[in-house]
């Protein structure tokens, strides 16, 4: 299952981690976000143990969704030691949220 992700607990799941992280920026009433969500939790189980799948409710954590100028729903953050290397906006397909996963772990 994907990881909810907080204001006050990123900086330890995502900043720290040593692992490549996947953050779901997203919300309840975006329709786009609600078709990646499916998608979200499936990687999350795939790459257990690789890598970090977690989601950010933008409207309960605005702090974090500021600090990475997110600005459209669903956008999905590729984090590898602490910093952004890759980043999707919008709703899209399996195989390119993975491709840019298998990047980090290769």
């Not at 499916?38 to 999350?44: Q, R």
């Not at 997110?70 to 980043?87: A, Y």
Request: hydrophobic fraction near 45%.
């Amino acid at each position: 299952m994907a990881v909810e992700i907080t204001d006050l607990n990123f900086d330890e799941l995502v900043m720290n981690s040593t692992q490549p992280v996947v953050v779901d920026f997203w919300a309840e009433w975006c329709g786009p976000c609600r078709l990646i969500g499916p998608v979200i939790e499936e990687l999350s189980k795939e790459y257990e143990g690789r890598a970090i799948v977690g989601k950010v409710d933008v409207d309960a954590n605005s702090e974090v969704s500021a600090k990475f100028n997110v600005r459209s729903i669903p956008t999905v953050l590729f984090i590898q030691n602490g910093v952004v290397v890759d980043k999707s906006v919008g709703a899209v397909p399996k195989a390119t949220l993975a491709e840019k996963l298998n990047a980090l772990l290769s």
